[in-house]
């Protein structure tokens, strides 16, 4: 499932169509066009304009033109196409086949090449100048005192807390689980009830799981991921793990060391 490391893996493939010319667009599900953007809007307004740039901020994925932004989500089973090449495989709990039925939008660039959005479950989606304001602060560069302050605000179960997307940008139920088991802590605790040292511990603990799973591969990648299971027992002290729904999500927890 795509969160912010998968998400940067696609802005660092998107970079190759920098300084390229969109001929058309391919814009064949109206599902995908999102909020006040239609179909019909996004083949009219972006033919002729000209890629200038690649940002991310949290799981969105935003492309700079000379004309609007363009902003795209890939949801659960999202995947990113340049020029017919996959930065990324496949996604865990995703389809293992790759079928072009799957093409959700594409961009086709004067001179050749492509941009394709592939996605199973279709919930991903297209936006021309998003709202970037409703989206919190970066997890992977948020700094401690910000960290502080949007947890110290909230009676929500800390791991609901940190995948607010309004709040903290970026996290999804992979990095989540794996930085609350790194961190020691409960993810059904209200964020507000963490004292500093935990908050502190927590932060370090997000910090570093970005960067380790990073280096790994993908969100994936986590010492938890393994024992993600029913029946798994944590990879830490070998106690049975938790299953249950926290904040909407299928939580993995081990009652032992996350208090």
């Known amino acids: ?30 599902w995908y066009a999102k909020r006040a953007t239609t179909t ?35 949801g659960m089973t999202g995947r990113l196409l ?18 072009s039925a799957w ?10 090449g492509e941009l ?12 021309l100048d998003p709202d970037e304001s409703v ?14 302050r949007i947890l110290a605000a909230s009676s929500a179960p800390v791991k609901a807390r940190l995948m607010d997307q309004s709040k903290l940008a970026g996290l999804g139920n992979l990095l989540t689980d794996e930085t609350l088991w790194r961190a020691g802590i409960d993810p059904n605790r209200p964020a507000g ?16 799981t970005i960067v380790v799973l990073g280096r790994r591969g993908g969100s994936h990648c986590g010492d938890l991921q393994p024992a993600r299971v029913r029946g798994g027992r944590c990879p830490k ?6 299953r249950e729904d926290v904040g909407g999500r299928t939580t993995y927890w081990c009652p032992r060391h996350q208090s």
């Open 193 to 208: 009830s963490l004292a500093s040292e935990e908050v502190a511990r927590l932060h370090r603990a997000m910090r570093r």
């Open 116 to 127: 394709v959005i592939r996605d199973p479950r279709r919930l991903g989606g297209v936006e």
């Open 1 to 30: 499932m795509p969160e912010l490391l998968e998400i940067e893996t696609y802005r660092l493939a998107a970079d190759a169509v920098v300084g390229r010319r969109i001929g058309s667009v391919s814009a064949p599900d109206d």
């Open 237 to 242: 002290d070998g106690e049975e793990l938790c």
């Open 40 to 74: 019909e809007e996004l083949r009219s307004v972006l033919p002729g304009r000209q890629i200038t740039g690649t940002r991310r901020i949290g799981k969105l994925l935003l492309l700079d033109t000379d004309g609007p932004v363009l902003g795209l989500r890939f």
């Open 135 to 148: 989206l919190g602060p970066d997890a992977g560069t948020v700094t401690l005192a910000p960290f502080r």
């Open 82 to 99: 340049i020029d017919g090449g996959a930065s990324i495989d496949r996604l865990e709990y995703s389809s293992d086949r790759d079928d």
């Open 103 to 112: 093409d959700r939008f594409g961009l086709t660039f004067r001179g050749g």
